[in-house]
T-cell receptor, first 118, second 112 residues
């Protein structure tokens, strides 16, 4: 159980175009999903927190107009990288949160999406 | 910033127990200790978490010191597939606005 999928697993796009990445919780409902970015040889950095039916909360330094997040249902969140530039090339990972026990939660991560902007 | 300190790398022989330490001296009374690992080019995988008591599941054991200022993740019989970066994270675990802050983790290499 607790499987999170991402689509696509990798994408190459041209500079200036937009790319949409989907994150789905396959066997559970997640009121909260998170989007992370990971550059080579670095740790995961949280980009934004996404709650179903409401606007995402972005971390400091992350442009909300560039990284559009939509969380339309309890099992789907999307991240759209608009007007992509080569510096946006990175490994994008989502996670979905579920209640693990009394007053504690677990985050389950997707397999990641490798974005390369040429 | 991460609230935990981990050694940058460790080696372990296949079949042996891997003991990964983590210091979290500023942990507060209601914060949990979570462990995740990330195999190269994959998303992180949840391993185990605990509050005060030692915990064990099918993947690992978590030993938390009595003062809760440090913990050890134990992989009882390490295999080559356990080679990964292991992250120790302290969090309230209350969900929603609670974020996971990933430090640099420990790169565990299991050798044949």
């Amino acid at each position: 159980g607790a499987v999170v999928s991402q689509h696509p697993s990798w994408v190459i796009c041209k500079s200036g175009t937009s790319v949409k990445i989907e994150c789905r919780s396959l066997d559970f409902q997640a009121t909260t999903m998170f989007w992370y970015r990971q550059f080579p040889k670095q740790s995961l950095m949280l980009m934004a927190t996404s709650n179903e039916g409401s606007k995402a909360t972005y971390e400091q330094g992350v442009e909300k107009d560039k990284f559009l997040i939509n969380h339309a249902s309890l099992t789907l969140s999307t991240l759209t990288v608009t007007s992509a530039h080569p510096e946006d090339s990175s490994f994008y990972i989502c996670s979905a949160e579920t209640l693990a026990g009394w007053n504690s939660y677990e985050q389950y991560f997707g397999p990641g999406t490798r974005l390369t902007v040429t | 910033d991460a609230k935990t300190t981990q050694p940058p790398s460790m080696d372990c022989a296949e079949g042996r127990a891997a003991n990964l330490p983590c210091n979290h001296s500023t942990i507060s009374g209601n914060e949990y200790v979570y462990w995740y690992r990330q195999i190269h080019s994959q998303g992180p995988q949840y391993i185990i978490h605990g509050l005060k008591n030692n915990e064990t599941n099918e993947m690992a054991s978590l030993i938390i010191t009595e003062d809760r200022k440090s913990s050890t993740l134990i992989l009882p019989h390490a295999t080559l597939r356990d080679t990964a970066v292991y992250y120790c994270i302290v969090t309230l675990g209350q969900g929603g606005s609670e974020k996971l802050v990933f430090g640099k983790g420990t790169k565990l290499t299991v050798n044949p």
